[in-house]
């Protein structure tokens, strides 16, 4: 491959990036802006895209959305995501027994991504939105990321990473957090209340594959008022017994 398409890959690659959940729609001189590039370039490589079916434009109003080709590979990741696939049996299980939104995360970057949620049948429930990034040091899959990641990539991550406050309850001190991981670890599982959502509440655990290495986390979340200390320690207990059996089908001995 050329320099020249390299090139013009890294640039789709950056464009794509500027769409979000937030923000789906974009016009060219918005993503010239997020991009750094000129927007003549810009405009040309997105037509170029929408050509290919990786971006789709409204005819009014001009804006740029994900086409469905984005769609299609993302069906593919899916479909061979090992831990989805094998985690999903258990979140049954879990919402079953809690009645709770049940979360599936994995890590990308110094962010968690849900892959797969299940929403709780209840009229007030928390919904975490699949394909939502999440820092890590808000809320309890992301505090268990941290937990259980090898020390050097945890301290890469803690040293670059700006606790910003997503609510009041956001820990916003390091030296907080770092303690806070500390106990993480030694119980084997992660509490949250009102990190990232002022009213909800949550508990995390690990899931590791065949190196032991944490692969994903998964969670209970719901409304605050219904996760008490107690109903907090049930849905924990039963958490962690499905990781382990997620961890163990995906290849994970423990010593």
């Known amino acids: 491959m050329t320099g020249s398409k390299i090139q013009t890959l890294e640039r789709m690659v950056f464009i794509l990036d500027c769409f979000s959940l937030d923000k789906p729609a ?34 009014e109003t001009h804006l740029y959305m994900m086409g469905s080709k984005v769609l299609a590979w993302a069906g593919i990741y899916m479909v061979t995501s090992d831990v989805r696939t094998i985690a999903l049996p258990a979140m049954v299980r879990l919402q079953e027994q809690t009645r709770e939104t049940i979360s599936l995360y994995i890590l990308e970057g110094s962010e968690r991504v849900c892959v797969e949620r299940l929403e709780s049948p209840e009229t007030v429930r928390i919904v ?27 301290e890469m991550i803690l040293r670059d990473i700006e606790l910003i406050p997503m609510t009041k309850q956001t820990i916003t001190d390091m030296d907080e957090l770092r303690n806070n991981l500390d106990q993480i670890s030694e119980k084997g599982y992660a509490i949250s209340r009102g990190e990232w959502i002022i009213d909800a ?38 958490l962690v017994k499905e990781a382990a059996q997620i961890s163990f089908d995906l290849g994970y001995y423990p010593r």
């Open 201 to 238: 509440s949550g508990t995390a655990a690990p899931i590791f594959d065949q190196r032991g290495q944490i692969t994903a986390a998964i969670s209970i979340s719901g409304p605050r008022q219904r996760f008490t200390d107690e109903k907090i320690k049930e849905m924990a207990d039963l």
């Open 26 to 59: 974009l016009g060219v001189r918005e993503v010239a802006r997020k991009t750094a590039l000129s927007p003549s370039t810009t405009g040309r490589i997105m037509a170029y895209m929408n050509e290919m079916g990786i971006l789709n434009q409204d005819h």
């Open 128 to 154: 975490a939105r699949v394909g939502r990034r999440i820092p890590l040091y808000a809320g309890s899959a992301g505090k268990v990321f941290l937990a259980f990641m090898p020390e050097n990539r945890r």
